[in-house]
């Protein structure tokens, strides 16, 4: 059940402040956590597209994805967990998941409902802390405003709403 109410937490899915593509990680992950995201996006149903550079593809095992050489084309996994709200998950380490929303898609109440279902259901697959931040941050100065505490196993406030 969502804690978070849109009246509340509108400024965190405000494009002009968050950027349209905040950014939404998991440190201290590894191949294993990568394989449960992909098993779940499969056991869930959801539509998913994996592409390799521009090339869609079958999805492949975590083991494969971070086996390929640095120089390899750029892999993406882009998740629709309802439709017409798009999850971007960008596999460029095992140690870190990153991945992206899109604010526009996430509007009101249902928009802060779907996301986050989405991030509890990421935390509780992996049993870690998932964060959100504005898009422009940097993997140094990162500030989260929101995310799923695997120890009070809900989506809880990381910084204060109202704050510009």
């Not at 870190?96 to 991030?119: K, N, S, Y």
Request: charged share 25%; net charge negative; aromatic share 12%.
């Amino acid at each position: 059940m969502t804690v978070l109410r849109w009246s509340e937490v509108k400024n965190f899915f405000d494009p002009d402040q968050m950027g349209t593509l905040p950014d939404v990680y998991v440190p201290g992950t590894s191949v294993e956590d990568w394989q449960a995201v992909f098993d779940l996006v499969r056991s869930k149903g959801w539509a998913w597209e994996y592409l390799e550079g521009f090339n869609k593809r079958q999805l492949p095992s975590a083991a494969e994805v971070f086996s390929h050489p640095a120089d390899a084309e750029t892999m993406m996994l882009r998740v629709w967990p309802v439709p017409d709200v798009q999850v971007i998950f960008r596999p460029w380490s095992a140690d870190e998941m990153d991945f992206d929303v899109d604010l526009r898609e996430l509007q009101g109440q249902a928009g802060v409902d779907t996301l986050c279902d989405f991030l509890c259901t990421i935390g509780r697959r992996l049993g870690k802390q998932v964060s959100m931040c504005s898009e422009f941050n940097t993997s140094s100065t990162r500030y989260p405003v929101l995310g799923f505490d695997p120890v009070a196993d809900r989506v809880v406030l990381l910084a204060d709403p109202t704050l510009d």
